[in-house]
């Protein structure tokens, strides 16, 4: 009875000895193989955007505004879609010469993807965005291109951009580009082919 009891405690004794560590070797791949996800992080971007636009029919009449866009994004899953908004504004008071003014803001909401890259400072993305636009001006007044006095209109974003890192807090927007079109009443075709660039500063949550 004696030797049994013996036999049994040391048996109990290498269990308790080896298990831990049998279970800390199998963990230990783990750990290190496998890097953690990072952390989801929603984000407010304030930029400066420049917008190339055709809103006069029959020729190009192309012209450039200046302004400003707020954009947000809420990430789904690392790596992956995420809720988007974007808000933006352009004005212009003399188009060509022709003392024409136009002012227009878009707000549009849609989704976002974010590329998984092996550089952790950089965040690539591309977004596809429908909305409204309004605009006032005196181009939109009787008896100018844009006409009918037609001051909303349907708008839509599709482009992408690229964030660099600048610690937990904040980022920099590096460069978006995106294609904006927008369906103003303009007595033919009632199509605008707006094309926007933009940088600034990204703050994240």
Excluded at 23 to 50: F, R
Excluded at 75 to 81: A, D, H, K, S, V
Aim: hydrophobic share 40%; glycine share 8%.
């Amino acid at each position: 009875m004696r030797v049994r009891i013996k036999y049994i405690f040391i048996l109990l004794l290498t269990i308790a000895v080896v298990s831990p560590r049998q279970a800390a070797a199998q963990a230990a791949p783990q750990a290190t193989g496998v890097p953690p996800e990072a952390p989801l992080h929603a984000d407010l971007a304030i930029t400066y955007s420049y917008l190339h636009s055709n809103a006069p029919v029959g020729r190009c009449t192309c012209f450039n505004m200046n302004g400003f866009s707020v954009n947000s994004a809420w990430p789904l899953r690392p790596g992956g879609f995420a809720i988007a908004s974007d808000l933006t504004f352009e004005t212009i008071g003399n188009i060509n010469s022709t003392n024409f003014s136009l002012s227009f803001g878009t707000l549009s909401v849609g989704t976002r993807y974010l590329f998984r890259t092996h550089h952790r400072s950089f965040q690539p993305y591309a977004e596809a965005l429908v909305g409204g636009a309004h605009a006032s001006g005196s181009l939109t007044r009787l008896p100018n291109p844009l006409n009918n006095n037609s001051t909303l209109a349907f708008a839509g974003t599709l482009g992408g951009g690229v964030d660099l890192r600048a610690g937990r807090t904040f980022a920099v927007r590096l460069v978006e580009a995106d294609y904006l079109p927008t369906t103003f009443d303009n007595g033919v075709n009632n199509h605008q082919n707006n094309f926007r660039i933009a940088s600034g500063l990204v703050i994240r949550f």
